[in-house]
């Protein structure tokens, strides 16, 4: 597969005509449910939340990022997921270039005042401690996993010795009004900086599939959403 970076994410598919389909689907109970202006309708239907529109239109994408943040993708609820298995694969064929080697992650500090946000050290001194044990670490647990299938023992055993650093890759497929929520909630600074860089990647491209949604969204002051949507291009992004 193409998609071979971590904390990032690449469509698979989205319904065909999505943007015609929810449009239509807005005109149901009209005598002409096709005809082609849509920006005002969408933006009327975002403004007062009839969000049911855009459960017509589905969209997969793969993901792929490490075991550390999947669980955090794996809490909304209203998308449907795969993720490769660790009782079958090796985790390290996930991603092509690691070959054997720690996938590299920052080390930031934790802020004090608010136990859901990150910042970067001042200086780099902490990461220069601790980069080498981690590398280490990780060769320790690579060899021990190698070892124990080597002996052995079946994968879904052996993975018990494995770090959360290690990639995984999902597919996780959803209603457009699903990714709408997803992007606005993971686009916000709570969110973990790896999560926020997931959901900004399949923002931007539900910009590019969607663009009369996304210009409908842009120009609808609806609370919060309002304050995200002025934060970067890219899609939908209502902090919901």
């Given amino acids: 597969m193409a998609n071979n970076r971590l904390h990032t994410a690449s469509l698979d598919w989205i319904t065909p005509e999505s943007e015609r389909?929810?449009?239509a689907?807005?005109?149901?109970?009209?005598?002409?449910?096709d005809r082609g202006e849509a920006v005002r309708l969408l933006r009327y239907c975002i403004k007062h939340g009839h969000w049911s529109v855009f459960e017509q239109v589905c969209a997969s994408f793969e993901i792929l990022t490490t075991r550390a943040?999947?669980?955090?993708?794996?809490?909304?609820?209203s998308f449907t997921f795969q993720e490769t298995s660790q009782r079958y694969c090796d985790p390290l064929d996930v991603l092509e270039q690691l070959s054997g080697e720690a996938p590299e992650f920052e080390l930031r500090a934790q802020?004090?005042?608010?136990r859901q946000n990150s910042f970067v050290f001042e200086d780099d001194s902490i990461e220069q401690k601790f980069r080498n044990r981690i590398k280490e670490l990780f060769e320790q647990s690579q060899g021990l996993y190698q070892e124990?299938?080597?002996?052995?023992?079946a994968k879904e055993c052996a993975r018990n010795a494995l770090?959360?650093?290690?990639?995984?890759?999902?597919?996780?497929?959803?209603?457009?009004?699903?990714?709408?929520?997803?992007?606005?909630?993971?686009?916000?600074?709570?969110?973990?900086?790896?999560?926020?860089l997931i959901a900004q990647t399949v923002g931007q491209i539900?910009?590019?599939?969607?663009?009369?949604?996304?210009?409908?969204?842009l120009e609808t002051a609806n609370g919060r959403l309002e304050v995200s949507l002025k934060r970067k291009p890219g899609l939908i992004r209502p902090g919901l």
């Fill in 163 to 196: 770090l959360l650093c290690v990639p995984t890759r999902l597919h996780m497929m959803g209603t457009l009004r699903s990714w709408i929520f997803y992007v606005g909630l993971r686009n916000a600074p709570g969110t973990q900086q790896e999560h926020r």
């Fill in 25 to 33: 689907h807005a005109r149901v109970s009209t005598k002409d449910p």
């Fill in 69 to 77: 943040i999947s669980p955090q993708i794996l809490r909304h609820r």
């Fill in 148 to 153: 124990l299938l080597e002996a052995g023992v």
């Fill in 21 to 23: 389909i929810v449009a």
């Fill in 111 to 114: 802020d004090q005042k608010n």
């Fill in 206 to 217: 539900l910009s590019q599939e969607a663009p009369t949604i996304t210009e409908a969204l």
